[in-house]
């Protein structure tokens, strides 16, 4: 548990990284939804701030005033029990609130927080607005990838930030590294925050591999796809292949052939291909099609988690081949904070790791992340496994 | 023709007046397209602008500058022979340009085409100004209608403008004009400027029929959809009873219900239905079942057009029985400028009159609208005919 | 009004009629629906079947026992009043009845019919037999269509009937029949049969124009189709540029292009293509495009009336350009029999003349056919008006 | 490894059983594709038999002649190496062949490996037999359960077959049975035949257990039911959730509430619901919605094999909780034989046990059957796992 200070320099912070990750938009950037899966980031500003509202100020603070009595209908999510919400798709149609009108939400839901939190102190309340600093942690990496995709799908392609470092260089030489066959310890044993997803620490069995030290490069994938990689039927789940085939996909998300040339969209702007940098914004299905044409497999997540401690990771998030299930013993909390982890158990696979668009703190070697196999705008990446 | 200072002024004025409706918008209302008919206010801004540009600055002014390479591309529509074109269905997924740079670019064109034509007068460049002008009152029309679906869609039904007069109040008493059978010519036989669809004045033969002088009101249509009008296949056409069924359309649009009472949603906001009223925002669907219920009929266009003369007319487009088709004798202009009415020459029909969103001088009694049957986002209406 | 006893041979010809048309299909043909728009052939043996149980049998025959009490709610199509129906794309996921069901089920109600109408000869029922016959007849075109369209899919194009004549030959020579402008008259005046959508005799004003006196022909069509028609969206309404792009249409339904040349499927088998027959089996988007290419125009219906009897037609439906509405004073007939034609009075083109697949006697100068644009399974052509 | 006199007699076996499968089916009933996953059964006839042919005939028969060279084409399914296939969707929209055709097709093949076997018998051809035995009992119980789905959802509800039972009566008493923590080998270790899927012998570390000994009854899923187990979004995955809400699920597939009664149709007819049997026809969403509300969960496909030989199984697939993964060491073998198991990995659900559909001899403990999680046309149920 963390103490009330610095739960509340941790709180105010969160918030304030959070707008900062928007300061180089224009306001037309925040209220787009160009798919689905892309939430316009003047959502992300009012959900993330709603969550506090809904979870303490409304439940904790006596005669407290809702900022606007629609908001909680506008920036709900997936909290069926909370009540209506905007469908998904429907996010990028609203136009109000304005994105000032967000950012006076925003200054009154933290400044009602802060003074709330600066005279009560109870563990319960403690342990929320911990989540809600980590729920806010998740949405600023959304925020980073959604406004990449929001640029980065613009005919015009306009920059994010000069400063933005996507592709930093590495000096690592790949190698294999050995891990002997055993029982070993999986889930989260220290007395920091992590999601109900982790715990349930549990024993597994895991057989002889060998696990490469490094991320596969721009340079090996760019050799997958001009050895025909994405015409090979048989390296393609077969649901892959009939995605690849529907919607034209032949290289990775942000990839752009010009005259014969990649290059690759970046939050910079439009770049050359970074022959040294991983690879990214590659579905699960594409990570599988390159380790089946390289001979070797993608790891599970155990295998992942017992071998991290041997290698550098935090650049991009890596595809596993494990379904995303619950730990032994696993129980969903109860009531609506409860909702999140569990009821997206079924058709996901996890990924391991972290990205670039990671916020500090915000993973760890026992992080659970998921997302369907299609998806490709997260700073997805891919490490190999051999067996013996 | 008109005179070149006129054409001058003329052109200013209508620039002016496109930005004056959407002086009360917020930047993010510029932004989205919630369905596919409707448009960003900031495409509207920036298709009226690229007209100029593309029509007369780039081929008749000598080294012209466009403002930007790429802007021919984001702000085409339907011209097929210019380009291609960002698919009407994306409209909603650019941020960018930003609103500030569409008025820079409206004020770039703009000016740039008041230099050009204080110097230069011929003939042919007159005309295509008169065709610009008028394409951007066209658009200043669906710039009304679109913000209203924009803001009427918003969960917080935001208000557009405190004096916009949708429902005019009116004292006439309704009658039937009896109009005898015989020979009428029509087409648009003036001299001033008139698309080409009006062109070809020709004879029909019109049967003797009695035509109302006033609209179906609000309180008509309310009986409509108490004695269970939406619910009686009988008055329906097959496939208007597939999509009130598919779609659960019960009322007009921006009817809604609450707690047992009727209410609008206006330009003014949300106010209680006013019954007298003229009825709007139906489909050709809905004013066809509305005249079945009453057991007689809509009028054809050209009924239309010869009676009139004898009745007000311009607060609703009146859905009319007529499909749109050529008149006889109708070419299309030669060029990517001819591509626009004839194309649409199917599956449309006739809508005649004018709304309350109509700009002054663009209707006249010769003027075909049209649109698909089920739309409703424009500001419609219905009058009905008997026969003898 | 037919005299009873013709109308019993005409009731039993009919009845026969129908099911020779089916004798060369084999059980697996009966039962399959490949598009919406093709029904399988059991359940046009059923519906027509179930005309006259519904409409006279179960309603005159005091004590009738219907042959399967669900067999109402199988074979009903578009009659909303009577009861709720199969859903159309449901009819192709019916095994059942099976076809020897359905034949006894004809044999059935066709004697029962028989039986009372040696008995009962009022005008009433008269009229409804009278119209069961002629619905009938029609669907024993839909059927050579629909069986046509099963066999042409099938990736073992079978036969169908060898003596099936679908290209007579013609010795005519093309040239235009000049008709002046006046008043003319339209709608059937005879005192047979003819359905409610040609009554209502009314004059029409036409301007003068010239028609030509052959379909068009395969011949022809392929000079459209090797000039690139199908790749010059000039020649298209925006919403046939959609259809064509969208399905890769690029030449006539049934063609093939197989080692350069073109064939044609045909219910004798596949052809080399028959250049001197009239081009078929396409949609009114072509037939406009191909007018389009000519430089010429489609006649509307009513200039097709008028003119038809100075030349000769029945071997293929001319697309016209009339939009289908209806004529002066139509009412639909009240009940569930009326519902058939008023219904599908939007947004579909009239088609005059008879084809091929036309029942003897079941077309005449007034007979107003209607389909969808985008339909091309009927045996559709097209004949060119020039204006003067 | 069969000896060549077993392998001939289970070949010709299986070759009859399939057929005496569809004996009491119409002809009607073979050709018809009622949604996607249900295959019409003359695809399956034909299908199972162009393994055969495709594999061993045209490869080692020296100048064998194929029966008819479009056939590979028509009855080609997944293998995507071999040709290219009819589309899935497609299936249900051919006539021809006749089944008539395909039962030749049958007996010409049967008749030509029967005599190609007595004479050659290396190994690898008794492999390949032995795969296409496997692959056509795969078949077999597929036939059952689209012939179940063709005929429950005609509204005839006709019966298949008066004796064939999915219901047995069990008199068993329910309890858990407690399986201690520790490393268990999971795999095939036998030497019969196998998937290889099953392959790869491998040891996992489970947490101890309770699994029940007796599958969920129709009266146990009836109180889920009547308790609104349907309507608790707190209990389904949010995916689960959309899917019950976008096409109204209520119950499991086959139920029909009769004024107030349930009743299940079954291959016997409709009949009541019998409440002593085991659930069936339901999704991994339902089963998992089930162990919810029951406070329990479903066991992993490893807690299953190894918890198998205490109890009775055999009646229904049961749903796991595990995802459709490769086991360690797992290689797709080569070529088009191969490409069955491995390509479908991802987004499935491990089933294991058996059920009254399928074949004698076509399970063991070891078998992974998997489909998608929201599929419900085979006979699936659940079993209870409690942690301790």
Known sequence: MILTDNLLTSFIKTRSDTEEICAPLEIEDYVIQPIVDVSPPKWHLGHTTWFFEEFILSKYVANYKRFHPEYAYVFNSYYESVGKRVVRTDRGNLSRPTVSEVYEYRDYVTSHLQAFLEENSNEKIQDIVEIGIHHEKQHQELLITDIKYILGNNPLLPK?????????????????????????EIGYKGHDFCYDNELGVHKVFLQEYNICNTLISNKEYLEFVEDN?????????????????????????????????????????????????PVTHISYYEAFAFSQWKGERLPTEFEWEVAQQYFQWGLRWEWTESAYSPYPGYKKAIGALGEYNGKFMVNQKVLRGGSVATPQNHTRPTYRNFFHPYLRWQFTGLRLVKDT
């Open 229 to 277: 990689g994405y015409k090979n039927s048989l390296l393609w789940h077969a649901e892959a292949w009939d995605w690849i085939n529907s919607y034209g996909i032949k290289v990775p998300l942000y990839w752009h052939n010009i005259e014969g040339r990649y290059h690759q969209y970046t939050l910079r702007g439009l770049k050359d291909l970074d022959l040294n940098a």
């Open 160 to 184: 994010y930030n000069e400063t933005f470092t996507e592709n930093p260089t590495s000096d690592q030489v790949s190698q294999y590294i050995n891990i002997e066959e055993g029982i070993y």
